[in-house]
C-alpha cells in the first residue's frame, strides 16, 4: 500500500515527476497526461457520485472510481520496467464486470430513437461530463498506445467505461424518462 506521510517533495519543481519505476519524465509527457486525464475522469466521477441517490448506481460508481486507480498505477508504470514487485494491472475481469453493470443499468431503459443532449438532472449532466473526460482519457491512452506499450485489458476498461457512463446518465434521468434528445436542425429557422 502507499504512504503518504509528506504532501510536497520538491521532486517536480523542475516540472518533470516520477512513474511507478523510479523514471523521471516531464509533466506534459503523453504518459502523464494520460493518467492524468483518468484521474480527472475519477474526480468528475465523484462529484456524480456525491449526488447520487440510487444505491446500485452509487455501488458501481465507488467500484469504477477504485479500477480508476488501477488503470493510473496501470499506465504509470510502463511495461517491460524491472521491478522488485508485480505492477498493478487491469485485468481482463475488470472489463467483463463493466460490461455486466452496463447490460443491468441498460435493461431498466427504453431504447432510443434520437441521441441525447448531455444535461436532464444535475447527476445526469455530470455524468456525461464524466463520459467526455473519460473519452479523452482514451484518446489519448490510444496515442500512448501508438508509441508505447499499454496493456489491451487498459484500453477496453477506458472504451466500456464511457459506454457505462452514457448508460448511467440515463438511469439518473429518471430511467431515460428525463433524457433531452437531440433534434436536428431545430433551431435553423428560429
Known amino acids: 500500500m502507499v504512504t503518504l506521510n509528506k504532501i510536497y517533495t520538491r521532486t517536480g519543481d523542475d516540472g518533470s515527476t516520477g512513474l511507478g519505476s523510479g523514471e523521471r519524465r516531464s509533466k506534459y509527457d503523453l504518459r502523464v497526461a494520460a493518467y492524468g486525464t483518468v484521474d480527472e475522469t475519477n474526480a468528475v466521477i465523484g462529484c456524480a457520485r456525491a449526488a447520487c441517490s440510487d444505491k446500485l448506481l452509487g455501488e458501481i460508481l465507488i467500484r469504477v ?3 480508476l486507480f488501477d488503470l493510473g498505477a496501470d499506465l ?68 500512448l498506445a501508438q508509441t508505447e506499450t499499454v496493456g489491451d485489458a487498459a484500453l477496453r476498461y477506458i472504451n ?31
Open 76 to 143: 504509470a508504470t510502463p511495461a517491460g520496467t524491472d521491478l522488485p514487485y508485480d505492477p498493478l494491472r487491469i485485468v481482463p475481469a475488470q472489463v467483463t464486470r463493466l460490461e455486466q453493470e452496463i447490460d443491468l443499468l441498460n435493461a431498466r431503459l427504453k431504447p432510443l430513437k434520437s441521441f441525447v443532449l448531455p444535461g436532464g438532472s444535475m447527476l445526469a449532466a455530470q455524468l456525461h461530463l464524466a463520459r467526455t473526460v473519460c473519452r479523452r482519457a482514451e484518446r489519448l491512452i490510444v496515442e
Open 160 to 190: 466500456r467505461l464511457s459506454d457505462l457512463l452514457f448508460v448511467a446518465a440515463r438511469v439518473a434521468n429518471d430511467d431515460g424518462k428525463a433524457d433531452v434528445l437531440w433534434v436536428p436542425g431545430q433551431s435553423r429557422n428560429t
Open 65 to 67: 472510481q477504485n479500477d
